[in-house]
């Protein structure tokens, strides 16, 4: 408005007028369809190619970088008004973040939402895969943080690209069995690497080590992406998806030490854990809050010292 | 650091400083007050307290509008006036566990005892451009306001203080206490009083790190978070609240509360292979003036990376980092290259004139 010398009154008001209505703010899923074009290709580059990342120009937007924008500009890239969408963080539909992403899309698209995983027809996800199997008219999209698996042992994006281009992944097996050496455990925790189709080292996005198994010749597409990196990869359906083990150490997932749900009693599912309030004492529950209620609602956990569904 | 007085054209100099104050001030829209950026612009107004190290809402909010939104010149601005002030006495030293909570978080665990409680934040808002935000007006905004808070009915009050995060896992015996890169000194050193040395003890390392310049900081916590260094953090704990100023009074010799500064606090947990061992946790620490979480948190993942014993990038170089985050001198010294340095380029002019006249012609290097 300030100009080098004061300017006449009533000229400013012009540029107002130029605000799009409400109406027509947005094109339909908030990207302009250029965008959605390259996003579109770059996927099928990345499908093409399994485990590979493709570089793609990635937009900024209205949530910030680092909190799903990747993961978004797939979901909006692929979300069609007969889709069914999902969105979890942490494994959890309530999360905020889940929720203010589900809010945003739903804004954009007027698109069906669900909690349901078995209903959903697209699934967007922060660092969990859902406990229940995935069927071959699914997408899973994942949001990733740091999409190089070598980040680990190289800071330097020019040297992986070749490491990737030559299939020189040997630093990161000399990594893990340094790791053995020194302290006969493997301390990687979540981002575990795996080598998919045979080909290509990858970064699963810090999903624990429990849910690999899932990315193992699975009958969905997973489709990963990170908007701040600015880069799409994918694993196909019935594709190898193998955690890097030795033959004499072998790959090991998070163990639960037999702890059950307070909730729904699973002996089978990733838990979190939480401090109660005025014990002190820990209590687990599961971190798929939407499998965990339906396990409920089916057979609820049959701990004595926790109270029944009937008695609360 | 010491700048050669700019002599001569004097008159240049004030008519510049005239069309500076015509370029602030010449424009159609009404006159800023500064009530209006400390509470409108608060954000900033926390940023220019935290990097000027004077907590002052008011001053730091004057010190913005004269420096026309630019923030390195306003937090400079605030540190001129700093040094005008003298020195009373120290507060008496406390811990943050006492902090009248506004907003507090944690990622390390997905409930924790006292509960997550949010604030006010726009972490969870959609960053589409508001338009609405041209038409507010005063009754307007007020209105909303109290019809949300007649909404609210009664509730339930929040407790007084929140147990720490990080008490839970010292309990456990899964977060240690790391040994300082410096020695350890008893009484906290000053650095504005006694001149940064290296290596330097944890009291100048987060005194000094307080000081910094948001950007600056983020900058480089950016580059070891992103893989150049070792740290992966978790924030154990994020606190946004006032703690109380608690002074000695030398007359009745009682420890009297004079006042309260919000203040940000980060903790953030990593576990780095170094010395101390892939098995157990190590903290790393934030705090600043005002609300400002970037910061906080940018400190706390500097403050474990320069502590550790193996740096492996230039963000676990202790020196080059203390050294680098201070903006009042980084931004003073990228800014003095303007002043005229004609005498010295001369004689580099001499250096390379001479040198390239010395060559024979086949050796003559190409311009």
Not at chain 1, 248 to 275: K, P, Q, V
């Amino acid at each position: 408005m300030t100009s080098s010398s004061p300017s006449k009154p009533g000229a400013t008001a012009d540029w107002r007028s130029s605000i799009p209505s409400k109406r027509n703010r947005y094109s339909f899923a908030f990207l302009d369809e250029g965008a959605k074009r390259e996003i579109r290709r770059k996927m099928l580059k990345a499908v093409a190619i399994p485990g590979c990342q493709i570089p793609f120009g990635s937009r900024e937007m209205p949530i910030a970088r680092g909190w799903g924008t990747g993961g978004l500009q797939l979901t909006l890239s692929l979300v069609g008004s007969d889709d069914i969408l999902k969105v979890i963080d942490q494994g959890s539909d309530d999360s905020v973040n889940a929720v203010n992403i589900k809010k945003f899309v739903h804004r954009v698209t007027g698109v069906a939402l669900t909690t349901d995983t078995s209903e959903a027809t697209l699934i967007q996800t922060r660092h969990r895969i859902p406990e229940e199997s995935l069927h071959h008219d699914q997408l899973l999209v994942f949001q990733v943080p740091i999409p190089e698996p070598l980040r680990l042992v190289e800071p330097s994006e020019q040297t992986t690209r070749r490491m990737h281009a030559e299939a020189d992944y040997s630093r990161m097996w000399l990594y893990l069995f340094e790791d053995i050496v020194r302290f006969n455990e493997i301390t990687v925790a979540a981002r575990y690497p795996v080598m998919v189709n045979g080909r290509h080292l990858m970064d699963p996005s810090p999903i624990p080590r429990w849910d690999l198994a899932k990315l193992h010749r699975g009958e969905a597409l997973f489709l990963f992406c990170a908007g701040r990196e600015k880069r799409i990869y994918a694993v196909p359906p019935h594709t190898d998806v193998e955690p890097l083990s030795f033959e004499d150490f072998a790959f090991r997932t998070e163990d639960f030490n037999g702890r059950r749900c307070s909730r729904c009693g699973s002996t089978a599912t990733y838990l979190d854990e939480m401090t109660d309030d005025q014990t002190g004492n820990k209590t687990h529950t599961c971190s798929d809050t939407a499998f965990c209620e339906k396990l409920r609602r089916r057979a609820p956990a049959e701990d004595p010292d926790q109270p029944r569904e009937s008695d609360r | 650091m010491g700048y050669v007085a700019v002599s001569g054209g004097a008159a240049a100099i004030e008519n510049a400083e005239k069309f500076s104050f015509i370029r602030r001030a010449g424009g159609t829209s009404a006159v800023l007050h500064p009530e209006q950026i400390r509470d409108q612009l608060y954000l900033a107004v926390d940023r220019i307290m935290g990097e000027g190290s004077l907590y002052a809402p008011d001053l730091a909010a004057l010190a913005f509008k004269q420096a026309a939104g630019d923030t390195f010149e306003a937090a400079f601005i605030l540190r001129s006036y700093r040094t005008t002030l003298p020195r009373l006495g120290y507060s008496q030293a406390l811990t943050t566990d006492i902090m009248r909570v506004t907003r507090r978080i944690s990622a390390a665990f997905k409930d924790i005892p006292g509960g997550q409680i949010l604030g006010p934040t726009p972490d969870y808002t959609l960053r589409l451009l508001d338009f609405d935000l041209l038409d507010e007006s005063e009754e307007e905004m007020k209105e909303r306001i109290d019809a949300f808070l007649r909404s609210l009915g009664t509730l339930p009050a929040l407790p007084k203080t929140f147990p720490k995060v990080v008490e839970m896992l010292r309990r456990e015996g899964l977060l240690v206490p790391r040994a300082s890169v410096g020695e350890d000194v008893a009484e906290p050193i000053d650095i504005t009083r006694q001149a940064l040395t290296f290596p330097a003890p944890r009291s100048s390392q987060l005194q000094t790190l307080a000081r910094g310049e948001t950007g600056g900081l983020l900058a480089l916590a950016y580059s070891n978070m992103r893989g150049y260094g070792s740290v992966h953090p978790v924030i154990g704990e994020l606190r946004v609240g006032f703690l109380p100023i608690l002074y000695h009074n030398p007359v009745n010799g009682g420890i009297e509360p004079v006042g309260e500064i919000q203040v940000t606090e980060a903790e953030v947990i990593s576990r780095i292979p170094d010395g101390s061992g892939p098995a157990v946790f190590s903290l790393g620490y934030g705090l600043c003036f005002g609300h400002n979480e970037t910061k906080a948190i940018a400190m706390a993942v500097l403050d474990r990376a320069i502590s550790t014993d193996t740096p492996s990038a230039p963000s676990e170089d202790q020196e080059f980092i203390l050294t680098h985050v201070d903006g009042i001198e980084s931004m003073g010294f990228c800014n003095h290259y303007k002043l005229p340095h004609y005498v010295t380029f001369q004689s580099e002019l001499d250096r390379l004139r001479t040198i390239q006249s010395g060559q024979q012609p086949s050796e003559k290097t190409p311009v």
